[in-house]
């Protein structure tokens, strides 16, 4: 990041930890990112390497065992983690939004999907009555939904998924808010139905000039649709970079064999890589610094140290002793310890 | 997506099954300490059932060891009776009975109900429906007044108590079966244990129900209380066991009409021994839920 | 090249209720296809499709409305679903699952798994030689002889996948359905699954049904492709020639939809369906195109006249009235 922008959502150092009846889960260390004003940024890694947890913990709706140990998330300057639970309430909807992977499950079976909508904007805003009716379905047809009027009455089981998504998103968009979190918001739809979506939020980003934080385990989908890109693996941020960057000349072993197993544009199948080993149980108390060190095919000496994080250019950042290109300017960070 | 489920470096890593069973039952009890006390009372009442007549201090069934309406004193802890029998050696002795009638009325009803829920829930269709009107009409009656009906019309014989009692507990029985099967025989390996070359039976035999199993098992546990329940309460209005047999039942049956007249030792201990029978196994009964299925913990 | 398995005229119809009234749902409706000896075909389409009732049709897990299967010349569409568990010819036709946590019984170890598939279905009966098969099949997908005693909440979605693989093909069947069979496992773990399909498609010799709405792993593995739309097969072919000179509005719609598109490919952000709902799969027009709706070239003819499955070029066919390029 540049140190010139200002960034509209800053995660500095962030550790979190869950603590379980088999152990303390180490669930994020260390992780900083930052977003700017209308940017994309698109969070890729593997299931269960943190990314939920982090745009949880952003929200402020992590799980009540979720403990924050060190860091600190700034959203427009000020710290959310000094944010009661009433201040954090007035965010959400209004400045901070959400859409969640499956659209069905996120949305209340029992109540027509016009009136979901109005229950945020009567939430955040003054609108009553008609307009609120008006608003509503105005919404509807910002997210191209065909026959709003009509659709203003359906319950969520007389929609497809694509169209649930839709609903989904207006609702999280009801209030122009400033930042979109989406996780895994295409993850079981089509993908015809998934083309659509994703240029709908991307052209709704561009519209609105709101922030987005794209969630997702698909390299491709991040690749197409965000400015820049962070690689999570184990509760850990390994490479952060503008998007075309990081596919040209990945830095950190991890993205390129991701990159490697991703089957776009592969030609043979042999060409397929594939990554080693699982993800670290984060319970255990002998975790390297590195937690990719054990399934890592560059691992040498030395990589035992704690990571440090190095500028690659001035975009690009990577954690990892030996990165697969050399930092042009070393500016050695602060490690993590 | 599981990736979250570590792969063991080596089997010396693995730890045993015993090593997670043993956790989670120190999570249990951690959340609940009575369930240590349920399970202290299960282990002092299987014992009574097991070995009573030979602790009993007195022959239950003999008259006059002691003056008869005598209150507690160290030589008869539990007092004395109308016919002078000594009332602990006839707690201890009843267990022996009220348990057994329960095992073996929860026992068939578990069998049966199970099996009969276990088919309607799989092969729906007719199976279904007449599983699924049998129990209704078994639960249209109020069930106790049904177990009475049962045994006026049979005798009164211990067998019939068995028999009733696991008649009107078979609709919890057929309804956990039938719920969980019509669930499970849509599960992928159900699918493909027919790949496999199950026919129909052998699906239903070999994976439907192996995986029902902890449900109803469950559902035994908290069956047991109620049953021993049943059997004392038929006793009690003098439609089950006949005297001078020992159960809790008849034992305070008789007792009521000294309570009057100030004799409350002869029907407080055996109810108290019935009360804590049933309160042991109600709660034996969810620490077993707690322990075989987490997701209904309360 | 002989034919190991053909599909005709293949109809699958559900009866549904709507608003009181008798309907029926047209899952599949009329196909036609084949596989031949050692091929490995993939049938690709989204959600409602139809894909996975072909599926169990043709492993006999449900029973035809109308049609006929036959596998190496004998007819297979009239054995009654529940007959085909015990029928000499279930050993010949075997399915890979998509999610391996939900296709393997949770009281079972990986052993028990493998095991049941020879007891039932192989006339091994010694304990000893069963064992020694689940150990050589364990072996050949791959699973680490320790695993074998391992509850499915023991091991991890890799592992759980190739305990699928490995009771699947145990009785080496000549034709194996593969129901997207990567689509729950993380994509470090794909590749391997994959390459190891590939390995045992060869080494056994064994001809695959590949399912999946995933065009790029399709194009990795499979000869040839089927593209299914709505209960019936929109265009086929051999994969490289569909995939990278597609002639069906929906293919074309399928590959430009790919984040990234496929390299190569030459569909663009125009042949991206256009917003309609898809139609109904109950009781559908007879006479009108299925794709009509939400296909960027819809006219008037396509409005009046169902278009056929015909054969464009040498092993290519497509349903349009309009196909791009040919």
Not at chain 3, 108 to 131: C, F, G, M, P
Request: proline content about 6%.
């Amino acid at each position: 990041m540049n140190a010139g922008t200002a960034a509209l959502l800053e995660v500095a150092d962030l550790s979190l930890e869950f603590r379980t009846r088999s152990g303390t889960v180490r669930a994020l260390e260390h992780v900083s990112l930052a977003l700017p004003e209308s940017g994309s940024l698109g969070l890729v890694g593997e299931s269960g390497s943190g990314k939920s947890v982090l745009s949880f913990a952003v929200l402020g709706i992590q799980d009540a065992a979720a403990r924050i140990t060190s860091g600190a998330i700034r959203f427009d300057g000020k710290d959310l983690l000094a944010n009661d639970g009433a201040a954090m309430k007035a965010l959400r909807g209004r400045e901070l939004a959400m859409i969640f992977q499956n659209p069905r499950v996120a949305l209340n079976p029992i109540r027509q999907v016009g009136r979901q909508i109005e229950d945020v904007l009567a939430r955040h805003t003054d609108l009553r009555g008609k307009a609120l009716r008006t608003r509503a379905i105005e919404c509807l047809s910002e997210v191209r939904i065909p026959d709003p009027e009509r659709r203003y009455s359906a319950y969520p089981f007389e929609l497809s998924g694509g169209m649930c998504q839709r609903v989904m998103i207006a609702i999280a968009l009801a209030c122009r808010p400033r930042l979109l979190i989406a996780d895994e918001p295409t993850t079981g739809l089509d993908v015809t139905t998934q083309a659509a979506i994703m240029r709908l939020i991307r052209d709704l980003g561009r519209e609105k000039g709101m922030a987005t934080l794209l969630i997702t385990h698909d390299l491709g989908l991040a690749r197409e649709f965000c400015d820049r890109i962070a690689v999570m693996h184990a509760g850990h941020i390994v490479e952060t970079g503008l998007t075309e960057d990081l596919f040209r000349a990945p830095a950190h072993p991890y993205t390129a064999q991701l990159i490697r197993a991703t089957p776009v544009g592969q030609a043979k199948l042999e060409n397929l890589a594939s990554i080693p080993g699982n993800l670290p149980d984060l319970r255990r108390t002998d975790l390297p610094a590195c937690r990719f060190a054990e399934r890592c095919m560059q691992r040498q000496a030395g990589c035992e140290r704690a990571l440090p994080q190095h500028d690659i250019g001035e975009q690009q950042r990577v954690a990892c002793h030996y990165p697969l290109i050399e930092p042009s300017m070393e500016v050695m960070h602060a490690s993590i310890a | 997506m599981d990736s979250s489920i570590p792969a063991f470096a080596s089997k010396a890593d693995r730890p045993s099954a015993w090593a997670g069973r043993w956790n989670t039952l120190r999570y249990v009890v951690a959340e609940n300490p009575l369930s240590l006390v349920a399970a202290g009372l299960f282990a002092m009442f299987v014992l009574l059932a097991l070995v009573g007549p030979v602790l009993a201090p007195f022959d239950p069934l003999a008259s006059n060891v002691g003056p008869p309406l005598s209150p507690p004193t160290l030589a008869h802890w539990f007092g004395t009776d109308a016919l002078g029998r000594d009332i602990l050696s006839r707690v201890i002795v009843a267990t022996r009975l009220d348990l057994g009638i329960a095992v073996a009325a929860v026992s068939l009803s578990c069998v049966i109900g199970g099996l009969l829920g276990a088919f309607a829930g799989y092969f729906g269709g007719w199976t279904e429906r007449l599983v699924g009107r049998t129990s209704d009409t078994i639960m249209a009656f109020p069930l106790f007044v049904l177990a009475m009906g049962i045994v006026a019309a049979l005798g009164n014989t211990v067998a019939n108590i068995v028999l009733a009692t696991a008649i009107i507990n078979l609709p919890f029985y057929m309804r956990v079966a039938r719920a969980e099967s019509s669930v499970l025989k849509n599960a992928g390996f159900v699918e493909a244990a027919r790949l496999a070359g199950n026919g129909e039976i052998r699906v239903l035999f070999h994976h439907i129900i192996p995986n029902i199993l902890p449900p109803m098992t469950v559902q035994v546990s908290l069956n047991m209380g109620w049953a021993i329940l049943n059997a004392a309460g038929l006793s009690f209005i003098g439609l089950g066991v006949r005297p001078p047999a020992a159960e809790w039942g008849i034992m305070v049956a008789e007792g009521a009409q000294y309570i009057v007249s100030g004799e409350w030792w002869i029907a407080l201990f055996p109810g108290a021994v019935l009360m804590l029978a049933v309160f042991c196994f109600n709660l034996l009964g969810d620490s077993l839920r707690d322990l075989i299925d987490p997701r209904r913990r309360t | 090249m002989h034919l190991l398995l053909e599909a005709i005229d293949l109809v699958k119809h559900f009866p549904v209720e709507v608003h009181r009234k008798q309907k029926f749902l047209h899952a599949v409706d009329g196909l036609n296809f084949h596989i031949e000896a050692g091929e490995t075909v993939g049938l690709v389409g989204e959600s409602g499709c139809g894909k996975s009732t072909l599926v169990r049709l043709l492993t006999r897990t449900l029973d035809l409305t109308e049609g006929q299967i036959r596998f190496h010349s004998k007819s297979i569409g009239l054995i009654a679903a529940r007959a085909m568990a015990v029928h000499p010819l279930r050993r010949e036709i075997q399915m890979v699952f998509q999610d391996p946590t939900d296709s393997l019984n949770p009281r079972y170890t990986a052993r028990q798994t493998i095991a049941e598939s020879v007891r039932l279905l192989s006339d091994l009966r010694k304990s000893a030689e069963i064992d020694a098969e689940v150990e050589h099949c364990a072996e050949l997908v791959g699973l680490q002889k320790e695993l074998l005693d391992r509850y499915p909440h023991q091991l991890s979605g890799g592992q759980k996948a190739r305990v699928g693989i490995a009771r699947a093909i145990v009785t080496r069947p000549r034709l194996l359905v593969l129901d997207e069979p990567t689509a729950a496992l993380d994509v470090s773990v794909q590749a391997v699954i994959l390459q190891l399909l590939d390995t045992l498609k060869r080494e056994l010799g064994m001809s695959f049904l590949f399912v999946s709405h995933d065009l790029n792993v399709v194009r990795l593995l499979c000869d040839r492709v089927l593209v299914m739309y709505l209960g019936q097969i929109v265009e086929s072919g051999p994969a490289d020639e569909v995939f990278h000179r597609p002639a069906h509005p929906y293919t074309r719609a399928l590959i430009a939809s790919l984040p990234g598109g496929l390299a190569g490919g030459e569909s663009s952000e125009s042949d991206l369906l256009i917003g309609g709902d898809p139609q109904s799969p109950i009781d559908p027009e007879p006479n009108r195109c299925r794709l009509l709706g939400r296909c960027p070239r819809g006219t008037e003819l396509c409005e009046q006249q169902a278009p056929v499955l015909r054969e464009v070029a040498e092993g290519r066919s497509v349903a349009c009235h309009f196909p791009a390029g040919l």
